[in-house]
């Protein structure tokens, strides 16, 4: 297996900077390049598979979003927010010196997409969301806050994939290796000898503050944003999805870019792209002629 090359790039916050980790694969000349964005609670390495798959054509890149894997932690929780990741991307992007860039997006890394592509003047020419859309069902959201940032030690890899496992069964089947591969990066060893989330638990604090009312305006400014995007947008679905519903994916084919819909059985939120008809669904879009 090809490893990755790890970078790290300044960016600006409320308090000064901090420094954003991107995983990088590929030729690093290539002048295509596609940016895969993590999950919540996830980092960039959960691309591994994919970008095995895409560096062959791609410069790949993953970064590990504020507060999680091999990126610094903030001061002020209060910037674990979409606009201040919207923000960094935006260093990136500059950091990557790409006049076109394709983009593939897990649940928040969907909507952080959304946001750069609805940018003036952005960059990207594709747009992939996976499992993520304007409008987010409240179940997820309270099942998501239920364990996002609480104090968990694990004695073991096995211990904690068993226990990331219990609250990940919308990832959909995986075996027993596949599991193992996106939990290592999940983790990272504390004082004690035991094992940790690799991210920093206050990402739960603005998540957690967040009323109902908050939701439904940031849930208008995201259709607003997605309605007036143009580029060729796929979405990927898992049936068994409870942030995405079936209504919600229905009505993004026939607004904005009137994205093409690609669901999977079997699979909740959000499909992991390591199995091959996942992986097969994105590659067909992105090269595309």
Sequence with gaps: MNSPRLHHVQCLDSRGLHRMAYWEWGDAHNPRVLVCVHGLSRQGRDFDTLAQDLCGHYRVVCPDVVGRGQSEWLEDPMGYAIPSYVADMVTLLARLNAEQIDWVGTSMGGLIGLGVA??????????????VGPSLQPVALTRIGSYLGQPVKFQSLEEAADALWSISQGFGPHTREQWLNLTRPQIKADAQGGWIPHYDPAIAVPFKAVSPEMWAAGEALLWQTYDQLRLPT??????????????????????????????????????TLVQNDQRAAVREFLLAP
Excluded: C
């Design 118 to 131: 609805g940018l003036k003047h952005s960059p990207l020419r594709r747009l992939v969301l996976n499992d």
């Design 234 to 271: 796929l979405l990927l679905r898992g049936t068994d999805s409870d942030l995405l519903s079936a209504q919600t994916a229905q009505a993004m084919t026939q607004r904005g870019p009137r994205a093409r819909v690609v669901e999977f059985a079997g699979v909740g939120h959000a499909p």
